[in-house]
């Protein structure tokens, strides 16, 4: 193969991949707000804090109580950079947007029943927290099933919003009130697998 069909394929592939994506996302008017690397970073620093609370009490179990859908790429990341070799991965599935795209509406939360979280230490782990009641109405579930303890951290804490008393106990980042995708946040269940996080205009 010549160099000019490899430099061309090379054009075509990082234009699908990355491109493609990028520029459709200009178009619908989404900028960048938080890059790969300084969600990289800041999920290590998270996985160090949370070894450094939960060894205190390391005979006891941290289950990384996943949010779905949302939290999934964000829990993938966190637990890998969690060393705590007790800790489980449990998930349960909440949803108030689906197919509404910018607008909540009614939350509907799945799988508690099948959580075996009695005695272990329950670290919720959500995308985003906007008005606080997905959080909020999970705690609830979740305290019934008697858990060693219960804290929560999500990787984005929306200002402004708030209807509800508790604050995270841990948060990735601040960010403003807008709409953000990526990184497992979807508008109308798309763009998810976004490596970086893009807030609309
Ligand atoms: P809350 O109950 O208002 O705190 O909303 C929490 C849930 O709404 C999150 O778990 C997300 O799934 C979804 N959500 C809130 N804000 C956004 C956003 O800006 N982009 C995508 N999803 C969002
Ligand atoms: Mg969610």
């Not at 178009?27 to 996985?47: C, H, K, M, W, Y």
């Not at 599935?93 to 799945?110: D, E, M």
Request: proline share 3%.
């Amino acid at each position: 193969m010549n160099s000019r069909i490899i430099l061309a394929s090379l054009i075509i592939f990082f234009h699908a991949t990355y491109g493609m994506q990028s520029s459709d996302l200009t178009l619908i008017n989404f900028s960048p707000l938080i890059t790969r690397d300084q969600i990289a970073e800041r999920v290590v620093s998270l996985g160090r804090k949370i070894d450094a609370i939960y060894c205190k009490d390391s005979q006891t179990p941290l289950v990384i109580l996943t949010v779905m859908k949302g939290a999934m790429i964000f829990a993938a990341d966190l637990i890998r950079a969690i060393q705590m070799p007790n800790t489980e991965l449990q998930f349960i599935q909440a949803s108030s947007y689906g197919h509404n795209g910018t607008q909540a509406g009614q939350l509907t939360i799945r799988g508690v029943d099948q959580l075996t979280i009695e005695n272990k230490h329950v670290l919720i782990v959500d995308d985003i927290f906007d008005t606080g009641v997905t959080i909020s109405k999970i705690k609830a579930q979740i305290l019934e099933k008697n858990p060693a303890s219960i804290k929560s951290l999500v990787l984005l804490r929306k200002l402004g919003k708030s209807k509800v008393k508790e604050t995270p106990d841990f948060f990735g980042f601040e960010i403003p009130d807008k709409f953000v995708i990526g990184y497992g946040l979807d508008y109308k269940e798309c763009y998810r697998g976004l490596p970086s996080i893009w807030a609309k205009d």
